[in-house]
């Protein structure tokens, strides 16, 4: 199949390109560059421009009348400046998102995933969520994702769209064959400073250890970034049977790996891997921080036969190897 993927030469649309490749298909990518990296689009259909700009779309099918399916990964997606920049992020997340789909559909595109996040869960008891757990974003970022599900599902009401928004929780790792991975000079997330730490030789800060978790620390459902790409192989290749449940037109499926690691536990996964352990350094909660969640949700397994098969330890083992050797990919980034 010929699948357009938006955000393609980003983190998670790259690999997913990869991914296709790999399985048969073939992806074409549109990126603005925003984020995203050239280099990760070498050798594929590649357009560089914005997913509201109608001309570079019309090109696109022009070029690509037969593409059977759209993923939309392009997104700008870091929390702290969500809160800074509340009306870029709106822009850019959603009221693009609505230009982009409105294009789509007079294209005739029927089939439509987005990626969502589990960041707008409202934060449950005991840590876990399903599809139908309220949803209550903390962010400005979040919400995009809570506002463009929302606005996605209307439209599917009275278009020939139907979407498939798929909840990735905490994304790690790297294409196993490092052709892509994060392209991001110091990423914010756990695993990034965990491996800027132990670069530097300085201790991990673990913000928050007075949650009501099993060792105190917040708790992530970390999901290897190649088992969220094979989920999308999968959905695109069973789309139209997933529309089953209440609503025969929008469905959403989590996207974890169903089991949560808390972040002490992920730095002791770390050290294991690693020649020289990172020391931990306790710190506050920091604000908008919550305990976080794994998903309890069997869907992608009965709607799309998908299981996460990487460990948590892969996932660190590869964004290792991926931080080791992504100069030879990006040589401004070594
Ligand atoms: N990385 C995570 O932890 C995570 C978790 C949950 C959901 N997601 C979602 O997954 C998607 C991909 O995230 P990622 O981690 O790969 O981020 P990324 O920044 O690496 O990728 C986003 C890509 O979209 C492109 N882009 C942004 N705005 C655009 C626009 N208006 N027009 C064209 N291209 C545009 C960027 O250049 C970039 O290549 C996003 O929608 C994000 O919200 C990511």
Redesign the pocket.
Same mark, same amino acid.
């Given at each position: 199949m010929k699948v357009l993927i =938006?955000?393609?030469?980003?983190? /998670?649309?790259?690999t997913i390109a990869s991914c296709l490749i790999d399985s048969g298909h073939q992806p074409v990518i549109?990126?603005?560059?925003?984020?995203? *990296?050239r280099e990760?689009a070498e050798g594929r259909p590649f357009y560089e421009?914005? /997913?509201?700009?109608r001309a570079v779309l019309d090109q696109i099918f022009a070029d690509h009348p037969d593409i059977s399916a759209v993923m939309?990964?392009? =997104?700008? /997606?870091v929390v702290p400046e969500s809160v800074e920049r509340p009306i870029h992020y709106y822009r850019?997340?959603v009221a693009?998102t609505l230009e982009f789909v409105d294009h789509l559909i007079g294209k005739g595109v029927t089939r439509f995933l987005f990626?969502?996040?589990?960041?707008i869960y409202e934060p449950g008891d005991d840590f876990s969520v399903d599809e139908n757990s309220g949803v209550a974003a903390l962010s400005p970022?979040g919400r995009t994702?809570q506002f463009v599900e929302q606005m996605l599902r209307d439209i599917t009401v009275s278009t020939p769209l139907r979407v498939l928004s798929l *909840?990735?929780?905490?994304?790690i790792g790297a294409d196993p064959k490092m052709r892509t991975g994060?392209?991001?000079p110091a990423p914010s997330?756990a695993l990034g400073k965990l491996v800027e730490a132990y670069r530097n030789g300085e201790a991990f800060g673990v913000t928050g250890v007075d949650y009501p978790t099993r060792d105190g620390s917040g708790l992530r459902d970390y999901v290897h970034v190649w088992d969220l790409a094979a989920a999308h192989v999968r959905a695109i290749e069973v789309y139209d049977s997933v529309f089953v449940g209440e609503d025969p037109r929008y469905q959403v499926i989590n996207l974890g790996t169903g089991t949560g690691t808390t972040v002490l536990e992920f730095v002791a996964a770390f050290n294991e891997v690693v020649d020289k352990p990172v020391a931990i350094e306790r710190a506050p909660r920091r604000p908008g921080d919550t305990a976080g969640a794994y998903t309890r949700s069997t869907r992608a397994a009965e709607l799309l036969g998908w299981r996460a098969e990487h460990t948590v330890a892969d996932g660190i083992r590869d964004s290792l190897a991926w931080f080791a050797e992504r100069g030879k990919v990006l040589p401004d980034l070594h």
């Open positions: =938006a955000g393609g030469a980003g983190f /998670i649309g790259s549109l990126d603005n560059l925003v984020t995203g *990296r990760f421009g914005d /997913i509201a700009d939309h990964c392009a =997104a700008l /997606i850019e997340n693009k990626s969502s996040s589990a960041a970022y994702k *909840r990735y929780f905490n994304p994060l392209q991001v997330h």
